[in-house]
């Protein structure tokens, strides 16, 4: 879909307008040729770009070539480098279901906003697919201290983390799981570690 738009110099010139079907299939695309090993070095193969292209083009029209294609790419990659920034520093993090960043009250916000007021915009603007961009970007995913998954619920931006879940630093912890069944199969259960004596 393009839109016209007036550049500077009052000329008009057409603007991609990205829908999200045509992120989502941007994006699955480019993992794809990540997968196949097409993304080497932080950037897509001739033959990764030759065939993403074509594919788009297939689902979405002749009028997406190479260059708006490159240029939606750069865009989505400061997406995510600015969302890393932002969940790596201390309370921030990823909310799955929401798509977008939290933190941990508006003060953490207000301060940082402050500071880098190029970030702003991050505390109301979702985006989909970020997992996609971390495949495609190489840093794994929102897996860390500051993601949530789908099935946990939080209400107004507080975390809500059981009083029993925090080990000696506040942070929260995994139990280990062991165990076997009769027939020699693995089947994992918590393991109580009150119980155990750390010699």
Known sequence: MEK????????SSKRTVWTPPMDKNFMKLMVAQVHDGQYLDGQFSKHAWKHIVQQFKAKFGP???LEILKNHYRALK???SAIRTLIDQSGFGWDNDREMVYADDDQVWDDYVKAHPDFGIWRTKSITGYEDLCIIFGDGGASGKHSRAPS?????????IP??????NGERSQSPLVGSDDLGNNTLKPINLDSVQVS
């Open 4 to 11: 016209e738009t007036q550049n500077v110099k009052g000329q």
């Open 63 to 65: 009028n997406y070539d």
């Open 78 to 80: 400061k997406n995510h």
């Open 152 to 160: 946990e619920k939080v209400m107004n931006h507080e975390k809500h």
């Open 163 to 168: 009083k029993d879940a925090g080990n000696l």
